[in-house]
C-alpha cells in the first residue's frame, strides 16, 4: 500500500500509548502535526533508554528533519510550551524555528483560565468533571466567545494585545470575584510576561495551515497527532465527562486546516484493556483487586498529573464505536500485558445490558453508568513477552487474544507493543511496513 499521510488517534478514554507510534511512524514524515487538545495531554516516548514526557511539543520532535507543526485547534500555553522547549534543549535535542511552527491562530491559555478552571472543579464538590485545571476549557470557552478570546498571533502585537487583555481581565475580574470571591489579577503583569513569551517564540509563529496545506499538494507526508482519546471527544464521547476539543480524526481539517481527504491512512490506539483519569462513565471498570493488578502492571500513572487511573477490561463495543466515528483502517494494540497470580483471565466485553436488553451497538446517550457488560473470558499468559519481535514470538493464548479482538473490531491488529521502547514493537497485519 502506498501509504501518504497518516493520522494516529486515540479510541479509549486517552492514554493509550500514542506517543510511541507516532514516535515510530514520524521517522518517515516531513511533518507531525497536532489539531486538538493543549497540555492537558501527555505523550510519553522511550527512546534508548531515555523516557520523554511530551505535552504540547509534538513527539516528531525527536527525529532529526521532521518539522513538527502545533495546529489553530490546539489550546496552547505558552509557559508550558516554553518550559517544555527549554527542557528538551537541556537533553540535547534542537528545538528552533526549523523543526517547530507554531500556529498564529491557535488560542492561548492565559493564567486566569487556569484559575477559573480550578475554581469551577471545586466548587462542583462531587459533581466534578475531573479536569487537570491546566485551563482548557474555559480557553476554548472564550474562543467560542470570540470577544474574550487570545490568539497565539496577539502576543507578536504588544500595544493591541495589552489593551485588549486589560478589558479581558477586568471582566475576569469581576466574574471570578463574584463566583469564587477570587483576589483580582493584574493585567499588567500578566501582559508583560505574555508579551517576553511572543517574543520569544516570535520566529516559530506562522500560518501553518498555509504551510500543510501545500505540503498536501506537494506530496509530502503528514502525520496528525492526535491528543486525548475518542472516547474523551466533546461531541461523541461520554459527556459531560468530556475533554473540550474534537479528537477524533473528525477534528483534523478544522483543528489543521487542511481538507478531509488529507487525512490519510488512519491508525487507532488501543491498550489490551482500558482505562480512564478523573470522572465519568467506565462499564468495564474494576474497583478491586483486579484493577490494582492492571494499574501496577500496566504503570497506570497519569503522564500529566500523575493520577493513578481506573483501570478495566477490553471494551470491544466502545472500541468499535470510536473505531467507526475515525474511519480506522488498522489497530495499533499497546501494553500487551502477560499475567500474573492476580490475573489469570483477561475479558473482553462484547455487549452491555440494560433494562434486560442486549445491546450490541454503542451509543452515547445511554445511562453507562447503569449498563452491565457482557464478557468473554480468555485465559492468561504467563510468558514473559517483552522480548517479543515478530508475531509468532506471543504465546499462542496472546495469539488468539489479538485474533479476537481483530473479528470484534472488524479491522487488523497491524501494530502490537510489548514494552516503552522503540523496538518492543510488532508488526502483524500491517500496511505500514517500512514506515516503521
Not at 385 to 396: C, Q, T, V, Y
Request: aromatic content about 6%; overall charge neutral.
Amino acid at each position: 500500500m502506498d501509504v501518504k499521510n497518516v493520522t494516529v488517534v486515540g479510541l479509549q478514554w486517552g492514554d493509550e500509548g500514542k506517543g510511541k507510534v507516532v514516535d515510530a511512524l514520524g521517522r518517515t514524515c516531513r511533518y507531525v502535526a497536532r489539531y486538538c487538545g493543549g497540555a492537558n495531554a501527555g505523550h510519553s516516548v522511550n527512546v534508548r533508554g531515555e523516557k520523554f514526557a511530551l505535552h504540547l511539543i509534538p513527539c516528531g520532535i525527536l527525529h532529526p528533519g521532521v518539522v513538527n507543526i502545533v495546529g489553530n485547534g490546539v489550546a496552547f500555553d505558552p509557559a508550558v510550551a516554553w518550559e517544555e522547549i527549554e527542557g528538551l534543549r537541556q537533553r540535547g535535542v534542537k528545538v528552533d524555528e526549523t523543526n517547530l511552527l507554531l500556529s498564529a491562530s491557535a488560542h492561548v491559555v492565559m493564567p486566569y483560565h487556569k484559575l477559573q478552571d480550578s475554581l469551577s472543579e471545586q466548587s462542583l464538590g462531587q459533581a466534578k468533571i475531573g479536569t487537570t485545571a491546566r485551563g482548557i476549557g474555559p480557553c476554548y470557552a472564550d474562543k467560542a466567545c470570540r470577544s474574550t478570546a487570545i490568539r497565539l498571533g496577539d502576543l507578536t502585537r504588544p500595544d493591541e494585545f495589552r489593551a485588549h487583555l486589560r478589558i479581558i481581565v477586568e471582566n475576569k475580574n469581576r466574574l471570578l470575584s463574584a463566583l469564587h470571591n477570587a483576589a483580582p489579577l493584574d493585567s499588567e503583569k500578566i501582559a508583560d510576561e505574555y508579551i517576553e513569551f511572543g517574543r520569544r517564540m516570535s520566529k516559530m509563529i506562522c500560518d501553518t495551515g498555509s504551510i500543510l496545506r501545500k505540503a498536501c499538494k506537494a506530496g509530502e507526508r503528514i502525520l496528525f497527532e492526535g491528543g486525548q482519546g475518542s472516547m474523551l471527544d466533546v461531541d461523541h464521547g461520554t459527556y459531560p465527562y468530556v475533554t473540550s476539543s474534537s479528537v477524533t480524526a473528525c477534528g483534523i481539517p478544522a483543528g489543521a486546516g487542511v481538507a478531509p481527504k488529507n487525512v490519510g491512512y488512519v491508525v487507532g490506539v488501543a491498550k489490551s484493556y482500558a482505562s480512564r483519569v478523573g470522572s465519568g462513565p467506565f462499564p468495564t471498570e474494576q474497583d478491586n483487586e483486579i484493577g490494582n493488578a492492571i494499574r501496577r502492571r500496566g504503570k497506570e500513572f497519569g503522564t500529566t498529573t500523575g493520577r493513578p487511573r481506573r483501570c478495566g477490561w477490553f471494551d470491544a463495543v466502545a472500541l468499535r464505536y470510536a473505531a467507526d466515528m475515525s474511519g480506522v483502517d488498522e489497530i495499533a494494540l499497546t501494553v500487551l500485558m502477560d499475567g500474573d497470580d492476580t490475573i489469570e483471565t483477561f475479558r473482553i466485553c462484547t455487549a452491555y445490558e440494560l433494562d434486560g436488553r442486549r445491546i450490541d451497538e454503542y451509543d452515547p446517550s445511554l445511562p453507562l453508568d447503569k449498563v452491565k457488560c457482557v464478557y468473554e473470558d480468555w485465559p492468561a499468559w504467563k510468558t514473559p513477552i517483552a522480548s517479543a519481535r515478530k508475531f509468532e514470538d506471543l504465546p499462542s493464548e496472546a495469539r488468539a487474544y489479538i485474533d479476537r479482538i481483530e473479528q470484534l473490531l472488524g479491522r487488523p491488529v497491524g501494530v502490537i507493543s510489548v514494552g516503552p521502547p522503540r523496538d518492543a514493537t510488532l508488526l502483524h497485519h500491517s500496511a505500514l511496513k517500512g514506515f516503521i
